[in-house]
């Protein structure tokens, strides 16, 4: 009883402005002691996860990705894109989803594309003549895609969480990220077609291919190599994680700092490397943090307690699988997607076991759900990233957001109920 009452007392604190990782540790301890167990057992988990080899890739790959956002790599590939698909309907959008898919899996943030790509982007949308509600969403809803994709941070945490292999996890996030691109382009091809627009002509877009080509590669020609070069060493298993990040931010700097020249070492640097360390800090001091409290929780069976009379409500798994799309879309917009892997993800897998849901099946339904949770309402966060970006009423984020948010959500049921397309890939 006592166990409850503590809990309920530090969920009231974190309300109150309580930060995440002291609420963690502080129950985390509190619970141990009353257990008898030596406090001991968390420093002992902080210093597992420490140890872990592939964690260093976490801070690589983030300050490569700041890199890439503050500099005119953008700019660049939005030329590119510009260049290769402008007058041609339904390329243009695929183009732009593809290069914030890539975007977001190597900044690890999908407020970072929003804000380092959206302005860029809108104005190549109003081309198409849609309308600039579709543009305000077909933003929104792109900053989150590429969380599926290699080198992303949530599938790397996800990896550490759960103890899934992180290449498994990278290999298997490709399909379904394509599907929701795909799923995507179709709709922005079906909203061209039913919608009276002028379009807006692109000149350098009706050039023959052979020219086109050549200039949207001369356009981003150091930076095209860039994801080709790390998803094709991770895939083809030549490079570990780590070493894909640490190649990653070398040939980040070198593109930023020598190659172009777009940022100065001696003055911007630091200020950057600051920024994206407070990122990087936030979610290895929650992921300290919370693995003593959450080991805790597993080892006095309190996710079997609290989802036990589940197991025997719902015997069907695909059944299972709609209540636990529902609970995570929930979480997905209260939360954000590093502190739901940490805090959310240990009191499922033992359930999710229980029905033979495979775990790497398991980390795409999760992941993808809280994809969704950025642009679901009340509180997603891309929707107020992206009405301060634009400067927009947030009411109105909600109504532009909202079919592309039900395009996501058929994506979700395809993931969800098509095991194949998660483990095509797995060994």
């Known amino acids: 009883m006592n166990e409850w009452i503590l ?39 902080m210093y597992r996860v420490a140890k872990s080899p592939t964690l260093v890739s976490i801070p690589l790959f983030t300050v490569a990705g700041y890199l890439l956002a503050y500099s005119q790599t ?16 339904g390329l243009l959008s695929l183009g732009c989803l593809a290069l914030c898919s890539i975007f977001t899996a190597f900044t690890g943030a999908s407020g970072v594309t929003i804000v380092a790509l959206g302005g ?33 941070l949530p ?20 399909l379904p990220c394509l599907l929701l691109v795909a799923l995507l382009t179709i709709y922005s091809i079906y909203k061209e077609k039913t919608t009276d627009h002028e379009v807006t002509m692109i000149a350098d877009a009706y050039r023959p291919l052979k020219d086109r080509l050549r200039l949207a590669f001369d356009s981003s020609k150091y930076e095209f190599p860039l994801p080709i070069l790390v998803l094709a060493g991770i895939y083809l298993g030549v490079i570990t994680t780590t070493e894909a990040a640490t190649f990653t931010l070398v040939y980040s700097m070198l593109l930023v700092f020598v190659i172009r020249g777009d940022l100065k070492f001696s003055s911007d640097f630091g200020p950057i490397i600051k920024e994206s360390m407070a990122l990087v800090g936030s979610i290895l ?20 307690k609290i989802f036990g009379p589940m197991r025997e409500l719902i015997q069907n798994k695909w059944i299972f699988l709609v209540v636990l799309n529902l609970f995570l879309l929930v979480v997905g917009c209260l939360m954000d997607i590093f502190s739901a892997i940490i805090v959310i993800l240990p009191m499922i897998i033992p359930l999710a076991e229980s029905y033979g849901i495979h775990p790497v099946h398991l980390a795409m339904i999760f992941l993808t759900n809280l994809e969704i949770g950025y642009l679901t309402p009340p509180v997603g966060i891309n929707l107020f ?14 109504k532009d957001s909202f079919p592309f948010l039900l395009v996501l959500m058929l994506g979700l049921l395809i993931i969800t109920y098509v095991p194949y397309i998660s483990l095509v890939f797995v060994k």
């Open 74 to 89: 953008p700019q660049r590939l939005i030329t590119s894109v510009k260049i290769l698909f402008g007058n041609r309907a």
């Open 385 to 398: 990233i992206s009405s301060n970006r634009f400067k927009r009423p947030l009411l109105a984020i909600y």
């Open 285 to 304: 001091i929650i992921l300290a943090c919370a693995l003593g409290l959450t080991n805790y929780l597993i080892d006095s069976e309190v996710p079997q």
């Open 120 to 152: 860029l982007l809108f104005p190549i949308l109003q081309t198409r003549g849609i309308g600039e509600s579709y543009s305000y969403g077909f933003i929104t809803v792109t900053g989150s895609l590429g969380l599926l994709l290699p080198p992303s």
């Open 7 to 45: 809990v309920l007392l530090f969920i009231v604190m974190a309300f109150l402005g309580l930060p995440l990782f002291a609420v963690m540790g502080g129950l985390g301890l509190v619970l141990f002691h009353i257990a008898d167990i030596e406090m001991s057992a968390v420093i002992i988990e």
């Open 155 to 174: 599938l790397i945490l996800y990896g550490v969480v759960s103890k899934v292999s992180i290449d498994q996890l990278f290999i298997s996030g490709i």
